[in-house]
């Protein structure tokens, strides 16, 4: 049980355009969901923290304009890079607590 | 000073040796401690936690917590070259709600066949 994905797992874009991410737990119901940011060789950053139903909260630093989240349910939050540059570029993690935090794949974002 | 101290390693052993990850903290409120452990490329696999001060042993896997002292451990026995991954301790002071979790940096870790 506690089984997370992420949609898409990578993604190569265009500087300017949008990406979004999708976090799910299969297997269980998620009030609040994470968003992490890791560059290589370096531990977990966190971005966001998300609430089913209401706007997420935002870590100091993250620009809640450029990173939009979106939890529509129990299972499912998005994230949406908006305007992606080059900077963007890195490796984006979520997880979904039910108590314990657990982790989905990843997805590993380039910016042209 | 950060919250969570952890030796980003590398650290290079042998298979079948013990191995012992080590993280200190400094905030006395932290309750529940993790272990994760992530492969290259991939997301963080929770391992093991620990609620307070006590041992906790999975398998070849032993987690120690000494509050008193600040101080976690993982313990691998008879190391396994698919034990080769970074290993994050994690700390919180409560399960409930929104808990954020705080990191450490994480060590590297690889087992040599």
């Known amino acids: 049980g506690a089984v997370v994905s992420q949609h898409p797992s990578w993604v190569i874009c265009k500087s300017g355009t949008s990406v979004k991410i999708e976090c799910r737990s299969l297997d269980f119901q998620a009030t609040t969901m994470f968003w992490y940011r890791q560059f290589p060789k370096q531990s977990l950053m966190l971005m966001a923290t998300?609430?089913?139903?209401?706007?997420?909260?935002?870590e100091q630093g993250v620009e809640k304009d450029k990173f939009l989240i979106n939890h529509a349910s129990l299972t499912l939050s998005t994230l949406t890079v908006t305007s992606a540059h080059p900077e963007d570029s890195s490796f984006y993690i979520c997880?979904?607590?039910?108590?314990?935090?657990?982790f989905g794949p990843g997805t590993r974002l380039t910016v042209l | 000073q950060k919250e969570v101290e952890q030796d980003p390693g590398p650290l290079s052993v042998p298979e079948g040796a013990i191995v012992s990850l080590n993280c200190t903290y400094s905030n006395s409120a932290f309750q529940y401690f993790m272990w994760y452990r992530q492969y290259s490329r991939k997301g963080p696999e929770l391992l093991m936690y620990t609620y307070s001060s006590g041992n906790k042993e999975d398998g070849r896997f032993t987690a120690q917590v000494d509050k008193s002292s600040k101080y976690i451990s993982l313990f691998i026995r008879d190391s396994q070259p698919s034990d080769s991954a970074t290993y994050l301790c994690?700390?919180?002071?409560?399960?409930?709600?929104?808990?954020?979790?705080?990191f450490g940096q994480g060590t590297r870790l690889t087992i040599n066949p």
């Open positions: 998300s609430n089913e139903g209401s706007k997420a909260t935002y």
């Open positions: 994690a700390m919180s002071g409560t399960l409930q709600g929104a808990q954020k979790l705080v």
């Open positions: 997880s979904a607590s039910r108590e314990l935090q657990f």
